[in-house]
């Protein structure tokens, strides 16, 4: 059983808004904060569309929309989140811009607010220490799409309460989400294995041991992934994947985390992936991925 | 496509009662051997368009010799990829080399695909694809679990509903045996040096227990 009964999103980005998603869909109140209000309007449609066409595919009751709806509030006014027990963060991977929310946040909401960041590379415990309460903040990593998505990977700061872990597990299964414990560690469990992964895979390109094609071929017959690493790679798109290279060998120096030098070259030539038309693979149609 | 096949025995491709066996032909223009032995069977093969022989963890090179980066022929190595004692996969790593003949190559490749095999083609390196990939993730996810980031069945929720990958490393490993990955490993650490490859504590102890 959970305590907590309204929730804050702070940022609605792709991210931010699956959660969102994900937070009205169990039935809580949910406040959406960004300061942008053509995001907000955004977040808006593409939830409400969202919904629609849950309804349309028998996975919600239409009689349940309207209240879904009526529980869940955009808002640039950050003082709506005052009325929260969780806030979970959802803004740029940068520990500034982070600490300089957290800051304002910690003001205007009551002390028993539990906080939850959604970074997917950045420490809690820094991202905590900067938040005013490094004792009532934890990790909570939503995966893309997050209102698709059932893993949550949470993790503890080092000063995070045993009784803050628990009240942000029980609220992570109250959403109908799949929680896992994991060490505030660079990349959790998640990236920690497939950023080397994916740059092991482009390795083997660059050393001419097959091509891409090849790759994704034997990763999917031999091992029965649903992607290759190059198909995904694509969908990634190498930007990204440069800065989750650079986030992660940043912090732990493994040389299986450092950008391949064919990552760099392939954003040079304008080869992201999908949302060019090109990366690993040749795409007809780069809609609907864009980042 | 016909192939004969000439089986030196243990293959770990094709085991006894593998549908492949019973459809091959007498006689052939396409010759794949099979087992253990297949590379020291080559010398006694003549006239072939394409000659498939089985590899396990050395390269094709060991068995057709090389030369300053022009060797290649019509002889091709395979591995039909297999974890442990687990059933084979459906994937064949088909590899070939600078100056392989294409029309042995393109026969080889029929074969297999006709036998309703996968087929991926890769140069002759070792650990080929899958396990120049698979090793390292393996011996990371056993490193990672003595260093207490997650549960064992945390690491494999996380990677199966993360990754939609069919089961986590710890399963599989599991399943398909640890001594069996601490083989693998050690040949690939032994022959490219790098310490991705150097077999993770468990699969050693596993090892000195088998």
Redesign the interface.
Known sequence: MTDIKTVGVAGCGTMGAGIAIVAARAGFRTIVYDTREEALAKARKQTESFFARSVERGKLAAEQLPKIISHLEMSSDLKKLAACDIVIEAVFEDLGVKHALFAQLDKVCPPHTLFASNTSTISITEIAGGSGRAERFVGMHF?LPAQL???V?MSPGLNTAEDTFARAWEFCKALGQ?P????D?PGF??N???I??NN??IR?VE?????PA??D???K???????G?FELLDLIGMDTQLLLCEAMHGLTHE??AACPPLVKRMIAAGRLGRKTGRGFHAYKDSKMYGA | MDYAIIDTGGSRSFPAGDAFLSKASREADVVVVIGTGAGAALSGIKDKKAVLIELGTECLGVHTGESRGNEGSNVLGFAR?RLGEAPP???V?LVKQPKTDPAALAAARAVLEGAGL??????D?PG???D???R??LN??LR?LDE????AE??D???R??????EG?IALLERTGLAAHFDVTQALYEALGDA?YAPARRARVAKMRS
């Open positions: 995966c998505m059932k893993l990977e799949t896992v414990k994991t060490q560690n469990i998640l920690y294995f497939l080397p992964f092991d895979a083997l050393s001419g041991v097959a091509e090849e790759i071929k034997a990763i017959g031999a091992l029965g992934y649903a992607m690493p040389p299986r | 990829f996969s459906n994937l790593e996968g087929v991926a083609v890769c140069n390196f080929r694809i899958v120049r990939l698979l390292p993730y990371a996810a990672r207490g980031l997650a549960t945390d690491m929720t996380t990677l509903l993360g990754l939609g990958y069919p490393p991705a």
